[in-house]
Structure formats: C-alpha cells, structure tokens
C-alpha cells in the first residue's frame, strides 16, 4: 500500500507554439506604437524594463496581438490560444506515453486568468475523450504558483486511491498554463504595463501515475511538496492583483515590493520544507549558527546564518517569475550562476508563463543532460496571493529529452543575455519633450 501511495512523473511536455507567433523587437514595437495613449516617458519607461527584463527575441504570444487586435480580443483567441496549447502539448504527450485519454482518472487543470462555461477542465475532456468517471479539476486565479497547487491535487488524489479499503491505481493529468489573449492591459498605469513585458504564451502537460508498475518507466518520483501561503498580509495579497486603473482599464498590476514578498513567502516555507530535505547534519549546523548569532548579537559575521539547500539538493528549479525574483531567490538560498543559470535561460527563451514556467525549467536540465538517477530537484514556484509552494523530486528513470528546447539548447547558455530593444529604440532616450513620436 504504501508503495501504491507513491507518486510518479511519467513524462512531462511542454508546449512550443509555431514560429509564427514569435514575439520580436519589431513586434513589440509595433504594439507598442499602435498603443496611443503611451506617450515619450512611457516608451521610455517600456524600455528600461524590456531591457532589464532578460527576456530575448523568440518568446511566443498570441495571434490576437500579431494581428492587432490586443485591445480588443474575442472569446475566441482566448479558447485559440488554449486550443493550439492542448493539441501541441497535451497531444505530445498522449503519443509519447502510450498513455490512452481513458486511462486517465485524475484530470487537473489550472489557468489563472481564463475560466469559460463550461470549463477548459471539460474542454480537455472533452477534446481528448476523457472517461465519464474522470475526476475533472478546474483551478483558476490562482497565479503563477498553482502549477504546484495542481500537483498537490492530483498527488492527493493518487494517495487517496492508493489508500482506500480497495486500493487503486491511477494515472493523473495535470494541464497548466495561462491565457494572454485577452488579457493585455492598453493603459498607462506602470505596475500594470510591466505585465505586458514578462508574461508570455506557454504551457505544460503532466501525467502522474501510483501504480507500483510504472516505477520503472517513470522519470522522477515525487518526495515532499510544501505549500505557504502569506495572504493574510496586506502587502503580501497586494502585490500581484488583477484591478481596473484610474481610467477603469483592467491589468494585471505588479509592486515593486514583489520580490520581497516572494523571499518572504519563501521565508514562510522554508521551516516546513527544510527538515524534510535536509540531513541532521546541515539541520544542527544551522541551528547552531543561529545559537552562536542569537548569544552574540554583535559578532562579527553581519549575515545571519542560513540553511544549505545544496546538503539536500543537487538541482534548482526554480520560478523565472522575473529577473528581480531569480536574484531574490539566489541571494536567500546562496546559489551561484549554474544553480540558476536554467531559470535564467527560461525567461530569455521563453518568457514567464506563469504556472508552466517550472516545467521549462525542469526541462532545460534534462535537455543540458544535468539529471542523473538519485539526484534530487527542488522546484520552487511563488505567485500571486501571495505563495510561494515548493516540492522535491527525485530522478529515478533516464533523463535525456531535449523537449521544447531540442532546436536551441546547444546554443544557450549565450554569451550575452541582451536583447536587441536598446540598439534599437535607445534613440528615444535623446529625444526632447513629451510628445508622441514614431517608433517605425
Ligand atoms: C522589471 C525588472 C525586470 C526591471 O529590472 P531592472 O534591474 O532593469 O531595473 P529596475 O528594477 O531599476 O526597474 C526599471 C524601472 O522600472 C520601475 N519598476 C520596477 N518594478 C516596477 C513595478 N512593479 N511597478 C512600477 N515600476 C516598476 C523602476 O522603478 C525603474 O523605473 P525608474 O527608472 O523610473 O526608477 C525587475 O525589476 C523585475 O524583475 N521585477 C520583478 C518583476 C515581477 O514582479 N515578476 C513577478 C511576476 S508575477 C509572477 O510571476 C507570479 C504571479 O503573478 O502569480
């Protein structure tokens, strides 16, 4: 029973829309010059975030928005968007696995900021031919952390099958990404303008598996999966809230005290996480720093003492949510460049898609060939609420797909993360007044 009660990662997919739906420099720029409420010192603002934002040339975005229509999308680029995502990814993965739709017991899907009638929890099923008994789960709202929500489901939902008085097997399908068509903001509020330069298309498919069978056929094995919510803080629930500007525009808006929240959030986690990763040894080094810090207040190491995660894990998969999170999270975890080097590169590839966001992560490891049987992989995901949700894997099977990153990873790392806006909107920074100007 208790081997039953294990939960497995058979495969995972995620998704690369068609080259066509690349989101270049001339394209932005395009989008920004059709935008005629921006004026002189909101394209420079643009600027100075697209540049430091560490996304490249080749992250995706809908076709409403190539086809100028991002200010007023239809229903119907939502459900595009989530369709071309379905047949890529979900598709893939079915074929990969051998897994049939009627396999699947367990379905949950999460999609923040989308929620038709009826669900794309029975779009799914529906599209693929889900069996009636299917238990369909629909999350939305939940940001950018609930790719680990929906994997605390569907691992919850395996563990209560396995346990039950006539134990189960069961396969799960978890289905995660985000909608950006019809949620561009057009306005000229700043915390919300910056959502338009970080969030990208994107998505990953996911099949889960109890049965003691699959052990051997299966990638990694899930450990322990922590969760910490800081909602209750009003700074914390305020710092990534969909809301209407001054002029009633809706947006996403972004503090700038984010960062903080989320090494907090972290902060939060990290009690429940770390005696459930780390060996006594690293455990009673720590505690006895802080005995020595808290005797002597005054001594002379200014920083106070922190957990080692690197006696625990050997991989860090952590949420490119933004250039400033990665850099909170390296700083409070004492990571180097390599640890977050595949975080950095999914934002310059792909851009932050929001709950898929871990799983290109996960897969620019195993595609660089860095995932070896026994190795240990911290995923650490923090989203709007505020969450920060955290799980640890272990790597059981062969991990040599190259995935969504099979045409590119032999060139990344780059030698330089810069994108090309500075070379070629930097003009505007020399420009004088406050007046509308043309980008072409
Ligand atoms: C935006 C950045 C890429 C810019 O970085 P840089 O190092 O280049 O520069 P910087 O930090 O000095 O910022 C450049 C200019 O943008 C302004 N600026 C920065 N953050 C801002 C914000 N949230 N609202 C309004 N303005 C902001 C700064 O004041 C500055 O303006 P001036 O020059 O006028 O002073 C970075 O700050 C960053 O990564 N921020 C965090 C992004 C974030 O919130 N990601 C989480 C997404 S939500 C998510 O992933 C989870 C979820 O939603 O669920």
Known sequence: RRRQSRCYLLDYVCHKPGDGRKMSTE??????????????????????????????????????ILEGREESPALRDALDEMDAFFDDAVAALFARTGVAPRDVGVLVLNVSMLSPAPSLASRAVRRYGLREDVAAYNL??????????????????LRAAASAARPRTLVALVVSSESIAPNWYSGTDKSMMLANCLFRSGGAAVLLSNDPAHRRRAKMELGCLVRAHTGASDDAHACATQREDAEGRVGISLSKA?????????????????????????????????LLAHLHPAGGNKQAP???????????????????????????????????????????????????????????????????????????????????????????????????????????????????????????????????????
């Not at 932005?28 to 394209?43: C, E, F, H, T």
């Not at 939060?268 to 780390?278: C, D, Y």
């Not at 909170?328 to 977050?340: A, E, I, M, N, P």
């Open 306 to 440: 922190r957990v080692n995660f690197k006696a625990g894990v050997e991989h860090f998969c952590l949420h490119p949510g933004g250039t400033a999170v990665i850099e909170g999270v390296k700083q409070s975890l004492g990571l180097d460049d390599g640890d977050v080097e595949p975080a950095r590169m999914t934002l310059h590839r792909w851009g932050n898609t929001s709950a898929s966001s871990l799983w290109y992560v996960l897969s620019y490891m195993e595609a660089k060939g860095r995932l070896k049987k026994g190795d240990r992989v911290l995923m650490l995901t923090f989203g709007s609420g505020f969450k920060c949700n955290s799980c640890v894997w272990e790597v059981t099977g062969d991990m040599a797909d190259k995935g969504a990153w099979a045409d590119c990873i032999d060139t990344y790392p780059p030698e330089s993360l810069a994108n090309p806006y500075m070379d070629k909107f930097g003009w505007i920074n020399d420009v004088e007044g406050d007046t509308l100007i043309s980008l072409g």
């Open 258 to 290: 984010l960062p903080k929240a989320a090494v907090r959030a972290f902060a939060a986690n990290l009690p429940h996480l770390a005696p459930r990763v780390l060996p006594v040894s690293e455990l009673a080094r720590f505690l006895y720093r802080r």
């Open 27 to 64: 394209t932005s720029g395009a989008v920004i010059q059709r935008n005629k409420r921006l004026r002189l010192p909101d394209y420079r603002f643009l600027l100075r975030v697209i540049v430091g934002s560490g996304i490249g040339e080749d992250t995706y975005c809908p076709r409403s």
């Open 140 to 157: 939305t709202g939940m940001g950018c952390s609930a790719g680990l929500v929906a994997l605390d489901l569907a691992r919850n939902k």
